[in-house]
């Protein structure tokens, strides 16, 4: 019982970071491995995947009625990030992901230190590309990070709220909103790869975990529109300095995902 409360708790937290600026596996995986510390990584990874997505769909649903996205651009990107998340997802034993560490790190302290710098990067929302470039972009960017998610993980939803911010022009809580429908694909992706070749789920420990998510993300979605641009660049921030402190501090830790 104490096991589930804890969890619970941590759950929740995650689902209010997640569904602002994405990491919620920054929280929810380490929870899982140090309370559970008896059951196989991939039991606790399916498990904190079905949890996640508890709380990724609400917010993606709770942001779309509030904010006006571009479906039409979305859901090819999201269709291809889909399909990409489950390639990936496959290709895990075939290619050395500890290779990718260093270079992810890299890439996340060069968006830190220009999201703090440049301190107009998405304040303001001024798309910039025709909608058939939207589409286009959408679907390269959507493939690239979706197959980096099922292949590795980490900084999938920053990396995705970059691309809405530097390569289409949307703002902080705008971009949040965009990357929770493309995250919400590659998570689905990854739970049906996870399921279909042999992977366990806790539900006793999942079921309740993904309702706390779920409250978690309604707050934290309600926190994020209420506050606005400026206050998830600040989380964003927080997020990835976090994120590469992970990955720096554990070298061969399993990523969160």
């Not at 989380?235 to 554990?250: E, M, S, T, W």
Request: with cysteine; glycine share 12%.
């Amino acid at each position: 019982m104490l096991e589930t409360i804890l969890l619970c708790g941590f759950a929740f937290l995650a689902g209010f970071v997640d569904s602002a600026v994405g990491g919620g596996g920054l929280i929810q995986l380490p929870a899982l491995l140090a309370i559970l510390p008896g059951y196989p990584f991939p039991f606790l990874s399916g498990t904190n995947k079905l949890a996640s997505i508890a709380g990724t769909s609400v917010a993606a649903y709770r942001y779309a009625r509030r904010i006006k996205l571009d479906w039409t651009a979305l859901l090819p990107a999201a269709g291809a990030a889909f399909a990409a998340s489950f390639l990936g997802a496959q290709a895990v034993s075939l290619l050395n992901k500890e290779v990718l560490r260093p270079l992810i790190i890299g890439l996340l302290i060069v968006v830190a230190i220009y999201t703090f710098v440049k301190k107009d990067f998405g304040a303001l929302h001024a798309p910039k590309l025709a909608h058939r470039r939207q589409v286009t972009v959408g679907v390269i960017a959507g493939a690239g990070i979706g197959f980096y998610d099922g292949f590795f993980g980490p900084g999938t939803g920053s990396f995705l709220i970059l691309v809405f911010i530097a390569g289409f022009g949307f703002d902080f809580l705008t971009a949040s909103a965009s990357a929770k429908v493309v995250n919400f694909a590659t998570n689905l992706a990854a739970i049906i790869s996870f399921l279909l070749f042999g992977g366990t789920i806790l539900y006793a420990y999942a079921l309740p975990m993904a309702v706390c998510n779920i409250g978690g993300s309604v707050l934290g979605t309600r926190v994020a529109m209420a506050k606005g641009s400026g206050f998830v660049r600040v989380l964003f921030l927080v997020v990835v300095a976090a994120l590469i402190a992970y990955l720096i501090v554990n070298p061969t830790a399993q990523p969160p995902k």
